[in-house]
DNA sequence: CAGTGGTCTAGACCACTAA
DNA sequence: TAGTGGTCTAGACCACTGC
């Protein structure tokens, strides 16, 4: 009846032994496993305690139920990485990076800007650009740009120092939600040559981060030119 | 008693309910929500129901339970974004890409591939070279090379059209679980120049994955060399 | 000690799928 | 119709925290 003897829950326990059947090859993509019901019985468990194991191979891409039919286990779920972003992450755990705040303006929102934001032309918007250098020297320069609110308090350090969407988060005193963004390559322009201290036309990773409201509403665009030799972006899979 | 009168479950509409409490504010970082009987009351359903629902709360990381104590309103995770790689993927939903398979050897494992699969210099490796080209011409060479193993089939298809960890997967005929990838820019180079139909130097993207099995030996490693021009990787919060 | 989260049961009913 | 997953209950006991 009571299987309390282990250190481990249950149901981690039937989920282990399931994923181990799955990575020994015991399981095979598309393969249904044993029905709920006789899971119980075999594993001397509710249907509950199943489920909730289940439901973690499940989150965890290993397995996929479909009503009525069954549950089957999945193809390599590889495709999917995480890739944690911050100016932490940026350059490496091991290395620290420093950001300076190079200039803190309100201008009108040129075409670009308004294009992203979703703003008209020529609405007011702040305009952060940061200096991003590690120990050996310049890695990217970014531009931050959010809509401009009258009376909303500015907080320099803020700006400079924290995550973009935290930024917004505390200016906007809301708790958001989404987040995309774009990484591509191109070569360093004029503007950030002598900042990042390379020439014109030195490989260059450009990440351009767009925040959104839960409803889609732009509230956040920034722009980041990485010096390409000095920027890698690590990505990984695992969901824990 | 029975509340099953919606169309969505209740543990769901809590789950909303919560979320929709902490996103407009009403709910701020670090403060502790209604312990779980409390909340089982209020919404007349059962503890299982409730802990069901903070479970998606906790899975999408607005809240962090700690035993004992209460369960509490994290702050914005948006550290962490979701980079779908794959082939499809690569180019936008929208393009459709296409693979060429351009040379298929086993030639001895050159300093480089050596240290990044773990093996001595000069053991047999399998290489594969490929083309992807969307409508609007090429878009990026990549190498991909894997330990040789006698005696195993070499499925041409597979290995130029699957996703780098099936294909692993497949040739190990083992269920994999690590991969990582590293992302930075560059420039193209004389070997690739003519293929990408670009000049040397043009900025290129370049996207180093390593799979690895359970225990960490990697077992394949793959390096893509994009035109920066034709290729934008993107990431997205939300976890749905 | 009381309050909290974590695990678990032995049922129940529903929705969906396929024969 | 039978088999399957999805939701839900009304309890129970445990482990941990803080007073």
């Not at 989920?15 to 594993?43: F, H, M, Q, T, W």
């Not at 889609?216 to 990485?226: D, E, F, L, Q, T």
């Amino acid at each position: 009846m009571e299987g309390r003897n282990e250190y481990l829950p249950a149901y981690y326990r039937l989920a282990e032994d399931i994923r181990e059947k799955i990575e020994s090859g015991e399981l095979k993509p598309g393969d249904a496993i044993p029905p709920a019901n006789r899971l119980a019985e075999v594993y001397g468990v509710s249907l509950m305690t199943v489920r909730q194991g289940l439901t973690i191979l499940v989150r965890m891409g290993y397995l996929k139920s479909v009503q009525g039919k069954g549950t089957f286990v999945t193809a390599p779920s590889a495709g999917t990485l995480i890739l944690p972003f911050s100016d932490k992450h940026l350059l490496g755990q091991d290395k620290e990076v420093k950001v300076k705040l190079l200039n803190l303006e309100i201008p009108a929102a040129d075409e670009i800007v308004a294009d992203r934001l979703a703003i008209k032309k020529g609405t007011k918007v702040i305009k952060v650009k940061r200096l991003l250098y590690a120990d050996e020297g310049p890695v990217a320069v970014d531009f931050r740009f959010l809509p401009y609110i009258k009376g909303m308090p500015l907080l320099e350090k803020e700006i400079a120092y924290a995550a973009f969407p935290e930024v917004i988060a505390q200016y906007r005193e809301i708790f958001l939600v989404q987040s995309s963004l774009e990484i591509y390559a191109c070569t360093i322009r004029c503007e950030e040559a002598e900042l990042l201290e390379v020439e014109e036309g030195h490989p260059a990773l450009c990440l351009e981060q767009l925040i959104r409201l839960k409803d889609g509403r732009p509230v956040g665009w920034s722009r980041m030119m990485a010096r390409g030799d000095r920027l890698t972006l690590k990505a990984t899979s695992r969901t824990g």
